[in-house]
Nanobody, 123 residues
């Protein structure tokens, strides 16, 4: 499973970005997808995830109400819409895939990872 995460960039506080996670050579229908982020010196943390079957979603407390995860199986892509961005959201963001219905928020549950995309929130 090859994943590609893209859509990061530089944005001012309060701005928005939409990250995309696209897969090649495999359909994501059977995979739970998670978004994670990491800053230097800190562990990778779960931001949000979405189930493969029922589309059940999870959000880390600090992003609830600001971020929305969704999937478009026809496009084989999962999105993370990030609104009201804060400086604390600055990090490299990764998407990951877990073969199964529920991935959860811990990185060790995910076997397949994209390369990461940098999100920088700064004025």
């Amino acid at each position: 499973v090859q994943l590609q995460a893209f859509g990061g960039g530089l944005v001012q506080p309060g701005g928005s970005l939409r990250l995309s996670c696209a897969a090649s050579e495999v359909t994501l229908d059977y995979y739970a997808i998670g978004w994670f982020r990491q800053v230097p010196g800190k562990e990778r943390e779960g931001v949000s995830c979405i189930g493969s079957k029922d589309g059940m979603t999870y959000y880390e407390d600090s992003v609830k109400g600001r971020f929305t995860i969704s999937r478009d199986n026809a496009k084989n892509t999962v999105y993370l819409q990030m609104n009201s961005l804060k400086s604390d959201d600055t990090a490299v963001h990764y998407c990951a895939a877990h073969l199964g219905s529920v991935g959860g928020s811990h990185p060790t549950r995910y076997r397949y990872w994209g390369q990461g995309t940098q999100v920088t929130v700064s004025s």
